[in-house]
């Protein structure tokens, strides 16, 4: 297995030329500033944007080449907006993530449900697997979607701010649970401590281009975070962990910065 593979991947003006690799059952995150193009990455890589230009190999296959139940079979999405406008339950929302591997008429089977319970009671959401979807509020709808994508059982996982509308504490508990899936992930996220804290390496994107890839310690800089984010910060090791702190530092009053690198 080689993982994911990204070759000069372009989409219109707002990705462009995007290299980037993720190592069998790495977690890799994309960090930028918001229009960065992390999202329109991701969607390439899922295939609701074709790019222009360049591809994204899974395990060497070309992803835009696979039809929609073939890419739906090793890659799994929880997209930023992910709206379900009828009436399922929260079990049958996740028990959808089985449809890739099922012919259309086929409905669920008991090992769906008890793949769908299980996937609930992994992001804590088994007690609420009768609700109905459209009644959670924005962080258990959230969670439900990463159980969606659990049950799916990809190859890759593709996450754009699956911290969304989550507290600290669900923070913490998706970002963690997906260290222990051994899928390879691809993730966007904004926090930038709990991106050191829970990617093995990241990817920085400014203005649709990959400026800069490597650990968080390597890429995690002040020197960095002035340049690209426009802000001043200091960076610590965590006391307890080691990893990458990001301590920002308050502008002084009427000080405004340009981003650049």
Known sequence: MTGLRIEGLSYEHRLRDA????????????????GSGKTTLL?????????????????????????????????????QDSAVDFELTVRELVALGRSPHKRFWEGDTAADRDRAD??????????????????????ERQRALVARALVQEPE???LDEPTNHLDIRHQIDVLGLVRTLGTTTLLAIHDLNLAAAHCDRLYVL????????GTPAEVLTP????????VEADVVPHPRTGTPTVLYLPSPPGDQKTSSI
């Open 206 to 213: 400014e203005s649709g281009r990959v400026v800069t890839g």
């Open 19 to 34: 290299h980037l690799t993720a190592r069998p059952g790495e977690t890799v995150g994309l960090i930028g500033p918001n």
């Open 223 to 230: 020197e960095l975070l002035a340049a690209v984010y426009g």
């Open 43 to 79: 969607r390439c890589v899922y295939g609701t944007l074709a790019p222009t230009a360049g591809r994204a190999l899974l395990d060497g296959a070309d992803l835009r080449a696979l039809g929609p139940k073939a890419r739906a079979r090793r890659v799994a999405t929880v997209p």
């Open 118 to 139: 299980a996937a609930l009671a992994r992001v804590g959401l088994a007690d609420l697997a009768d609700r109905p979807y459209p009644t959670l509020s924005g962080g």
């Open 156 to 158: 890759l996982l593709v």
